[in-house]
């Protein structure tokens, strides 16, 4: 079992709808990366989240500790969303991140 | 400020040649880390960097050599190119342990 399980694996939604996007991990972590994945290959940093919640613009990020879990919300999708959406994890006892194998997100117009 | 910056974005190298992969990034980030991004894994750790002549190996360090002399640049050497290193490579920088990071954006290299 991967430390970082990431789902869907791939998701499908139309302009507009309310997106979900789950990271669930096994170890005891001390902070929880949200990257975004660009078409094009750049990735981008969106929520580095350690407890509670995060929210920028249409994006929101939630972590739960006790139950390691994490989701990321995208509220009225829009196209330019599209991406692969990628969770990361930095365990308690180690400084290196472990990567989830990522979300691939189509917004459809 | 440019951010991270690597070059080239493209290479294609024949088995047993060597290359040198560059990244410079213009943020005076300690931290610097190469990794590469393989279909069906997540992004895996190759060398890593907390400062100007530090060095360390990361998940799959085997088959490249990274060296930081200046705070700024950060390369990752490919001694003698194997089919297994065809990837898309990426260079990423912070300024502290807990910090974002921030992706240059991405080498793909084809080894024949």
């Known amino acids: 079992k991967n430390e970082v399980e990431q789902s869907p694996q791939n998701l499908t939604a139309q302009e507009g709808e309310f997106i979900t996007i789950n990271c669930s991990y096994s170890?005891?972590?001390?902070?929880l990366h949200w990257l975004q994945q660009h078409p094009g290959g750049g990735i981008v940093s969106l929520f580095m989240?350690?407890?509670g919640k995060k929210k920028h613009g249409r994006l929101i990020a939630t972590i739960n500790i006790q139950e390691k879990h994490s989701s990321l919300h995208i509220t009225a999708s829009h196209p330019r969303d599209s991406a692969v959406y990628i969770c990361?994890?930095?365990?308690?006892?180690?400084?290196?991140?472990?990567f989830g194998e990522g979300t691939q997100l189509t917004v459809n117009p | 400020n440019a951010g991270v910056t690597q070059t080239p974005k493209f290479q294609v190298l024949k088995t047993g040649q060597s290359m040198t992969l560059q990244c410079a990034q213009d943020?005076?980030?300690?931290?610097m880390s190469w990794y590469r991004q393989d279909p069906g894994m997540g992004l895996r750790l190759i060398h890593y960097?907390?400062?100007?002549?530090?060095?360390d190996q990361g998940e799959v360090p085997n088959g490249y050599n990274v060296s930081r002399s200046t705070t700024e640049d950060f390369p990752l050497r490919l001694l003698s190119a194997a089919p297994s290193q065809t990837s898309v490579y990426f260079c990423?920088?912070?300024?502290?342990?807990?910090?974002?990071?921030?992706f240059g954006n991405g080498t793909r290299l084809t080894v024949t």
């Open positions: 990361a994890v930095r365990s308690r006892s180690g400084s290196r991140l472990t």
């Open positions: 170890v005891g972590i001390s902070a």
């Open positions: 943020m005076n980030h300690e931290y």
């Open positions: 990423a920088s912070k300024s502290s342990y807990n910090s974002p990071l921030h």
């Open positions: 960097s907390v400062g100007a002549g530090i060095t």
């Open positions: 989240l350690s407890s």
